[in-house]
């Protein structure tokens, strides 16, 4: 198995940091992982992306033109990122903030509305385990108990107390993820 | 089984030298390396090992730092990015002259000049044939993920100490950036003064105690033919280091048609290319120098008569596939490939140029 | 009276200096160096610290002082000897380390590390040997070159104007709150010598007591550059270089002495 995922946004969504729990939830479980951001110039104006591989396997390339994922919060890695997704691959929106929805037939489509469920959760913070979550239960390339450990080495110490909550963030986006396209 | 961490390269290089035993990190921030310092001001070595951190003023006065520690028999550890990298060349040259170990990592970025802060493999020709001025060699080891930065490290000083000389870990931004899985080697203690003495009496400056001549630390010699003999002896060194410590990684090439040379991020991300060729059903194999000095020239030699054409990859205009080429001795054809000044090459342009290779373009 | 009688041991009254090695001494004679090094090996020899003590040489005349210094010594590129001895003391710190420089070295080229070794207040000792020009390239201006100087790179004097003004290093690093003793002195007569020693003594001590730099400079004379006899050499220092660069204590315990911010003032 190797999964090839590019996750997209603002900065401040979480963006790098759902990448690195994903990873860490993939060393938990013996598979090989690689993290690499975009970083520089490219984060200026407030996008962020990183690419997060998953792999049983050696992992050759960590910076991708085409990916198994696509992992979509903001219109303009909607523009960038909707043409990278491999054929029958998965692209995966928060509608938040989207005003021209992704339009490829040859890939499988969800979306979930983790700002809006995030909110009315009372905490907008776990907006990012809420798409974690939605991603998980389309994909299920790494378990639940492994993204729990995972969490608790990559966040610090004095935050553990946070992880049921983003336990219940990860749970309301297995439940919510709406297919779109073959709907 | 060590520690298992997810970590960026930066990082990982950083908390693999408290673990290696590290005495001393001179250093200078500049990006895309400046987690290296902010993680050892951060982890405070000091608690735990006694490890001395510092922030110098600039990187001329970091890597005499580094030259002044080293020259003592202490295990000191430097880290900057290609234009730091050019300022440490002075300190370099001496380091080498004198015949100090250190180890030195480059996270090089793109250039000339300021050039950019993304990654970059064009101080290739800096690290390898020279840098600084006069006629001196470094051991330079180019890792190709995050776990290769942490280990080579320890391999640094390993060869740093055998051959008294100073040893450069060459990754880029990428390597460095990234996080991977990391395994990280338990702690070894750092050497005390007593084993120090024992093992580097003979040369390093720590005091002189009556039993011995003083040593003296120093790159002058004003008698010419003293200098020579001087040259002669660093030349005979770098001469056992090629027959002794090269280091490289063939991917798929038993049955390769082609080969694909890179080091560093651009082999990682030939794998890739490999991978996508072979599902075209072309027959073409990953040759990775880990060592970019010494190169592996007789290794790659031995694929004249095997392969139909080489295709050298690297993010720079073309360094690397100069020694590609004095490696095989024009016996097979060699094209470079490579996106630069701080554009990283897709593993499908790579595979493009290799198609373009093969029809002969 | 014979030879033998004369040189009878009750005799002597002066010997080389046990850490001094027998190498001939590279200096021009007259020149003030040969005698800052005995006095500072000297110093060393008495506080019984030859095991425990690495100096540091730099880019200049005294490039190869360590022929001449029978200590573990290090060559350091010119003017990074306050680098290199930031590495050696903080990866030993109970080890007594001096830096050796000259004007170029120090106040020129690497002012950089001169100003940062001492803001940082690291517990090493500079010996500063000033005399106002290059003397090993061939008596070029210098950074401390005085007004109207002639030199192979002033030839008409130093002109203010084109060339700036001579660098008062000293006094100036004396207001960093790093250094804790800074003081200048020469060699010239027998009086100066046993006052340079008085100073490398304390130097050394305030160093033992890990308080911050212990500084000391040697305005020396040039023969060569200048182009004088040594005695006329002198009598030109003192007449030239000291009103410039006066004698005495500059800052003592961490405090500047009132003349000198006086003098720093205006």
């Known amino acids: 198995m190797t999964e090839e995922i590019i996750i997209a946004g603002f900065g401040g969504q979480g963006v790098l940091s759902m990448g690195k729990i994903l990873a860490y939830s993939g060393i938990m479980q013996d598979q090989e992982v690689s993290w690499m951001p975009s970083y520089g110039p490219e984060m200026r104006g407030g996008t962020a992306n990183v690419t997060v591989i998953v792999s049983d396997d050696r992992i050759s390339s960590p910076v991708l033109n085409f990916y198994d994922t696509a992992i979509i919060l903001n219109q303009q890695s909607m523009d960038k990122f909707e043409k990278t997704v491999k054929p029958g691959g998965l692209l995966l929106f928060d509608p938040n903030g989207i005003t021209h929805p992704p339009q490829r037939k040859d890939i499988k489509i969800f979306k979930i509305e983790a700002a809006r469920l995030s909110a009315e959760m009372g905490n907008t913070k776990i907006f990012n385990m809420v798409v974690l979550g939605a991603y998980l239960k389309l994909k299920p390339i790494v378990k639940l108990e492994n993204v729990i450990r995972g969490l608790k080495k990559s966040i610090p110490e004095r935050y553990h107390k946070l992880i049921p909550m983003n336990e219940e963030a990860l749970t309301m986006g297995m439940a919510n993820s709406v297919e779109i396209f073959p709907a | 089984m060590g520690e298992l961490k997810l970590m960026k390269g930066n990082e990982a290089i950083a908390e693999a030298a408290i673990r290696a035993g590290v005495d001393a990190y001179f250093g200078y921030p500049i990006t895309p390396q400046s987690e290296v310092i902010e993680y050892l001001m951060a982890e405070q070595p000091e608690n735990r090992t ?30 900057s990015s290609s234009p730091g990298i050019s300022l440490y060349q002075e300190g ?270 | ?105 120090l106040a020129a080229i690497g002012t950089a590390e001169t100003i940062h070794v001492c803001n940082r207040g690291e517990d090493i000792t500079m010996f500063f040997i000033n005399n106002g020009i290059y003397g090993m390239t061939g008596g070029q201006m210098a950074p401390t070159t005085l007004e109207g100087m002639k030199t192979a790179t002033s030839p008409y004097g130093r002109d203010l104007k084109k060339m700036g003004n001579p660098l008062k290093i000293t006094e100036l690093i004396a207001q960093l709150p790093g250094t804790y003793y800074v003081t200048r002195q020469a060699v010239h007569t027998p009086a100066a010598v046993r006052k340079t020693k008085k100073a490398v003594f304390k130097a050394f001590e305030v160093q033992k007591e890990k308080k911050g730099i212990s500084f000391v400079e040697i305005v020396s004379n040039c023969n060569s550059g200048w182009k004088l006899p040594p005695v006329k050499a002198n009598q030109w220092m003192v007449e030239h270089m000291f009103p410039f660069y006066p004698m005495g204590d500059i800052k003592v315990d961490g405090h500047l002495v009132n003349s000198n911010k006086a003098e720093v003032k205006s």
């Open chain 2, 50 to 79: 006694g490890m001395v951190v510092l922030q110098a003023e600039s990187e001329l006065a970091a890597i005499n730092m580094v030259y002044g520690a080293a020259a003592a028999g202490k295990k000191v550890f430097t880290s």
């Open chain 2, 92 to 361: 370099i040259s001496y380091i080498a002259g004198a015949e100090l170990p250190c180890v030195i990592a480059n996270v090089v970025r793109g250039g000339p000049g300021l050039g950019t802060i993304q990654p970059s493999q064009a101080d290739y020709f800096q690290s390898t044939k020279g840098g600084g001025h006069g006629d001196y060699r470094l051991y330079v080891l180019a890792p190709s993920s995050v776990q290769e930065m942490a280990d080579f490290i320890q391999l640094g000083f390993d060869i740093a100490y055998k051959y008294r000389n100073p040893v450069m870990i060459q990754s880029d931004g990428m390597i460095g950036q990234m996080m991977e899985k990391v395994e990280l080697a338990d702690q070894r203690p750092r050497w005390t003064d007593e084993e120090i003495k024992q093992m580097h009496d003979s040369w390093a400056a720590f005091g002189k105690g009556d039993h011995r001549e003083r040593n003296i630390i120093t790159s002058l010699d004003l008698d010419s033919s003293k200098q020579e003999k001087h040259n002669h002896h660093l030349q005979a060194k770098y001469r056992k280091m090629e027959e002794n410590e090269v280091l490289f990684e063939e991917i798929n090439c038993e049955d390769a048609d082609y080969l694909i040379v890179a080091y560093g991020s651009s082999a990682r991300i030939s794998m890739k290319s490999v991978d996508l060729a072979r599902a075209k059903g072309i027959k073409v194999g990953l040759f990775r120098p880990i060592t970019l000095y010494p190169f592996p020239m007789k290794q790659l030699n031995a694929y004249v008569g095997k392969v139909k054409a080489i295709l050298s990859v690297e993010m720079s205009a073309g360094q690397l596939i100069e020694d590609v080429k004095l490696a095989v001795e024009c016996n097979i054809p060699v094209k470079h490939f490579g996106r630069y000044g701080g554009m990283i090459h897709s593993p499908e342009e790579v595979l493009t140029a290799l198609e373009n290779l093969i029809k002969g373009e």
């Open chain 3, 1 to 105: 009276m014979d030879i033998k009688d004369i040189v009878k041991e009750e005799n002597l009254v002066y010997s080389k200096t046990n850490l001094m090695t027998n190498n001939v001494l590279s200096y021009c004679p007259g020149c003030g160096h040969g005698t800052a090094h005995r006095i500072i090996m000297e110093v060393i020899d008495e506080l019984g610290l030859q095991s425990q003590t690495i100096g540091v040489a730099p880019v200049g005349c005294s490039v190869l002082a360590y022929d001449f210094m029978n200590i573990d010594m290090i060559q350091a590129a010119h003017g990074r000897a306050p680098a290199v001895a930031t590495g050696l003391k903080r990866t030993m710190p109970d080890k007594c380390i001096f830096t050796y420089q000259g004007d170029g070295d």
